[in-house]
């Protein structure tokens, strides 16, 4: 967008070309990218989405001044904006959730089944069923069960698949975005479902058990557990602060520094994709070969080095190199280990198990699941289930070890099976955890009716520092939370300011702009998206213009030391004397603040 401002300015009218650098700054892979130059009109509609961007933005410089000086510069600027503030009323509400979260008891029953070979232990209700008809919390009800269950002996039992994926569902591995989409949509709060998918990353698992509606008499099922695929930069975040309790921002330095060194591809991208001329290229063959040179990664590297062509590998059919950048994985550059730190040494390992991985055949597991049926005297049926699961080829989970529950298949006798005995246990509700870093991430990922989330990969960790910087949150440890100041301005501004739903339907215009091939089509939308907003924004202004009058008189303490400190410094940029009352007098500071 710079260089074309610079263009325009010189009213310049020669051909453009663009160079697209998607593959890292490797000289490979930028003498690559200089072979394929993006003609101009490839490209321009990126250009006018970044106007529509810019200019709309501008507008909200003047929501912070009109929200400023309705709290009388207390505090200094009161920042307002699309991304910020719908970003700090995410961790308001979590705040608001844990402060008027009460601990309910609730139960479940521990049952021990014997099959005349083994025993094993189910619970009822199911663990995350995500069902309220199933969650035992009623004494009576459970008095009465537990009274019935004292004349049942024996129970139901059913064998069925559990991975064969449902009519119409995607085969493709989850990344955590999607599998924190799918998790939410199977009735859980989104922090069940963000400490579900944290737990699976963190294992090294990311396919989610998906579970067919139909029953079938068939017994076992070959499930093919697709390899993890590249990191992208929120998964990455998430290895980090796993390793080193980094904030996003701490680990935003650390992944650029290996990208300035040409080590990594370009890393602030929401995909997890190889590129599609990737497999078997030059560039693939060399990293390989590096790679193997690393005794950490000695083994896996050469294992794929003999990778045969036909696998299933993390490829995109749909991306476009004008709108995507690619998954981040390592580049041909010899890495020279020996002079990165400790960290930037574990992150480029991380990241490069992630790829090798991404590199490794399916795994093969043997899963059985026994749909068990208790039928009390009362008619009341409890449903249970058991899942056993076995490696048959490990494929990818060969690659740098699994957490995998291996257990052999439950040999049946008929369709009976004993109930040697039942527990209770009673629990307690506990309420979402805090935000940390990591989860605000996938938090402002997954925001929205849209799939855009809050602002993009590359600023919402420089959003998260910016609410800490002006006094809206502050951390506690890791966690994240909310000041009294963030709390209050959530309370004072509107609705669709604060909504996540406003900022994702931007990013879903502002990318249908983008990837507008018609010039003249984009402008026309550029033109209307500007004018929507400056609409909404004026409406605003002229709401709480009212207000302003009653604001506007002089406080009886001083300016704040971020007003004389803002004063000093616009002095300097200005280069403009500043008046001999501004450190100790409110209305002399403010008017030369509003002034320059």
């Known amino acids: 967008a710079i260089a074309y401002n610079i263009l325009n300015y010189f009213e310049c009218v020669l051909p453009i070309q663009r160079i697209w650098l998607t593959e890292g700054l490797s000289r490979s892979a930028i003498c690559k990218a200089i072979e394929h130059l993006l003609p101009t009109h490839k490209t321009k509609s990126l250009y006018r989405a970044s106007q529509a961007r810019s200019h709309s933005d501008w507008y909200f410089i003047f929501l912070s001044i009109g929200y400023t000086r309705l709290n009388r510069y207390e505090n200094g600027v009161t920042s307002v904006g699309r991304v910020q503030t719908p970003t700090l009323n995410l961790v308001v509400q979590r705040d608001q959730e844990i402060r008027k979260h009460h601990a309910k008891a609730y139960y479940q029953i521990k049952f021990t089944f014997d099959t005349g070979e083994e025993c094993f232990n189910c619970r009822y209700p199911p663990m995350n069923s995500g069902n309220d008809d199933t969650t035992l919390d009623d004494p009576v009800q459970l008095h009465l069960i537990l009274s019935a269950l004292k004349q049942v002996n024996e129970a139901d039992v059913v064998e069925q698949p559990t991975t064969t994926p449902i009519e119409g569902e995607s085969t493709q591995p989850h990344s955590l975005s999607s599998l924190q989409k799918r998790l939410t949509l199977e009735a859980q709060s989104i922090h069940k479902s963000q400490k579900s998918a944290e737990q699976l990353y963190r294992k090294g698992l990311i396919s989610y058990p998906r579970t067919s509606q139909q029953q079938t008499t068939t017994t076992i099922d070959h499930s093919f557990v697709s390899p993890p695929k590249p990191h992208s930069l929120v998964s990455l975040h998430g290895a980090l602060q796993q390793q080193f309790s980094h904030t996003a921002n701490r680990s935003n330095q650390l992944i650029q520094r290996l990208y300035d060194l040409g080590l990594i591809s370009y890393p602030r991208t929401p995909s997890q994709e190889l590129p599609p001329d990737h497999i078997h290229s030059p560039e693939?063959?060399?990293?390989?070969?590096?790679?193997?040179?690393?005794?950490?990664?000695?083994?896996?590297?050469?294992?794929?080095?003999?990778?045969?062509?036909?696998?299933?590998?993390?490829?995109?059919?749909?991306?476009?190199?004008?709108?995507?950048?690619?998954?981040?994985?390592?580049?041909?550059?010899?890495?020279?280990?020996?002079?990165?730190?400790?960290?930037?040494?574990?992150?480029?390992?991380?990241?490069?198990?992630?790829?090798?991985?991404?590199?490794?055949?399916?795994?093969?597991?043997?899963?059985?699941?026994?749909?068990?049926?208790?039928?009390?005297?009362?008619?009341?049926?409890?449903?249970?289930?058991?899942?056993?699961?076995?490696?048959?080829?490990?494929?990818?989970?060969?690659?740098?070890?699994?957490?995998?529950?291996?257990?052999?298949?439950?040999?049946?006798?008929?369709?009976?099976?004993?109930?040697?005995?039942?527990?209770?246990?009673?629990?307690?509700?506990?309420?979402?955890?805090?935000?940390?870093?990591?989860?605000?991430?996938?938090?402002?990922?997954?925001?929205?009716?849209?799939?855009?989330?809050?602002?993009?990969?590359?600023?919402?960790?420089?959003?998260?520092?910016?609410?800490?910087?002006?006094?809206?949150?502050?951390?506690?440890?890791?966690?994240?939370?909310?000041?009294?100041?963030?709390?209050?301005?959530?309370?004072?501004?509107?609705?669709?300011?604060?909504?996540?739903?406003?900022?994702?339907?931007?990013?879903?215009?502002?990318?249908?702009?983008?990837?507008?091939?018609?010039?003249?089509?984009?402008?026309?939308?550029?033109?209307?998206?500007?004018?929507?907003?400056?609409?909404?924004?004026?409406?605003?202004?002229?709401?709480?213009?009212?207000?302003?009058?009653?604001?506007?008189?002089?406080?009886?303490?001083?300016?704040?030391?971020?007003?004389?400190?803002?004063?000093?410094?616009?002095?300097?940029?200005?280069?403009?004397r500043l008046p001999s009352q501004y450190k100790t007098d409110w209305k002399i500071c403010r008017d030369f603040i509003e002034t320059h």
Request: glycine share 4%; hydrophobic share 30%.
């Open 284 to 576: 693939q063959h060399a990293t390989l070969k590096n790679l193997s040179q690393v005794p950490e990664l000695s083994t896996q590297a050469k294992r794929c080095r003999n990778q045969p062509t036909d696998i299933h590998l993390p490829l995109s059919d749909n991306h476009s190199h004008t709108t995507a950048h690619w998954g981040i994985i390592p580049t041909s550059r010899p890495p020279q280990l020996q002079l990165l730190t400790h960290r930037e040494r574990s992150a480029y390992l991380e990241i490069c198990r992630r790829y090798l991985q991404a590199l490794y055949p399916p795994a093969t597991l043997n899963q059985q699941t026994l749909q068990i049926t208790i039928i009390l005297p009362t008619g009341k049926e409890l449903k249970l289930s058991h899942q056993r699961t076995q490696i048959k080829e490990p494929g990818w989970t060969a690659a740098f070890g699994h957490s995998i529950d291996e257990q052999p298949p439950i040999k049946l006798r008929g369709s009976q099976l004993k109930i040697n005995q039942f527990t209770l246990i009673e629990k307690q509700t506990e309420p979402p955890p805090h935000y940390n870093d990591y989860t605000l991430l996938l938090a402002m990922e997954q925001a929205g009716k849209h799939s855009t989330g809050i602002g993009t990969p590359a600023t919402r960790a420089d959003t998260i520092e910016l609410l800490i910087k002006r006094g809206y949150i502050h951390r506690i440890g890791t966690s994240l939370q909310s000041t009294t100041r963030g709390a209050s301005l959530i309370q004072q501004v509107p609705a669709w300011l604060r909504s996540s739903n406003t900022t994702s339907q931007w990013e879903g215009l502002l990318n249908q702009i983008a990837s507008t091939e018609n010039d003249k089509t984009a402008v026309e939308m550029r033109n209307q998206f500007i004018s929507q907003q400056k609409k909404k924004i004026i409406q605003l202004l002229d709401r709480i213009q009212p207000l302003l009058t009653n604001a506007n008189h002089q406080p009886s303490n001083f300016p704040s030391e971020k007003m004389v400190r803002y004063a000093e410094i616009l002095s300097r940029r200005k280069r403009v």
